[in-house]
């Protein structure tokens, strides 16, 4: 008799435990994909239609179980798209944030170029000799000079710049890592002829930038046609010094 009991306690929790799965995955069912798409021309109209017809696939499944591998895979076409973000909201709902790929930076190789976008994630890598050329507004890319490890926090550093400086590829002729002694040091060169060069560039880049931005805009018309804007670390955790030198 005891083990009956047994037998039957467990077929009880067994058959409880399906239940609740199986009552889990109804209730946590995907049946909403909201999509918002980051657009900065119709080139990639079509990769997009696709792209969203992939992830309406997600309605049905289970919320709790989806990951990135299974958001990031319905992308069509990854040299014209990428996923900028998602997120699981209980009970049924997965917004999505899908972003056209726009080229920014590009890396001298020995065959040509290495192309990569805003984000420093690799777009392509061609075989022309002459400089990249952006197919949406003509403007050359950024020209790199830094080991593939660096691109995506040169390309960070870059995003600063552009939202301090208002722009980016239209003002910015090439960024290079350099080491001096013991520093490591971004260099970036504006297409003006002035040089902004930041001391240990990875620690507190924003205020770094902020710090260029205002010693940049001090200076004469003249005066930004050369010379260099040196961005050092301040003393004992206050703000960064930046300084024009002819």
Known sequence: MKYIRKVMATGLALIFLIALVIGTGVIFSVRNVNVTFISYSDACDEAYAKTRANLNKLKGSGLLFINGDDV?????????????????????????????????????????????????????????????????????????????????????????????FGGLRRIVDSVSVKKYL???????????????????WTVDSVRKIKAARDEHEGLSDVQRTAGTISVINGRENSAPTAKYTA
């Open 72 to 164: 990031y895979g319905k992308v069509s076409d990854p040299q014209l798209l990428a996923i900028e973000s998602y997120e699981k909201k209980m009970p049924c709902t997965v917004n999505i944030i899908v972003r056209e790929r726009v080229e920014c930076f590009a890396v001298k190789t020995e065959a040509g170029y290495d192309v990569y976008d805003d984000a420093g994630k690799l777009i392509k890598s061609t075989a022309d000799e002459s400089a990249p050329m952006n197919a949406l507004d003509g403007c050359p890319d950024v020209i790199v000079e830094a080991t593939a490890e660096k691109i995506e926090a040169v390309a960070a550093v870059c995003g600063y710049f552009k939202d301090s």
């Open 182 to 200: 013991e520093l490591e040091m971004l260099v970036i060169k504006l297409r003006s002829g002035i040089t902004v060069s930041l001391s240990e």
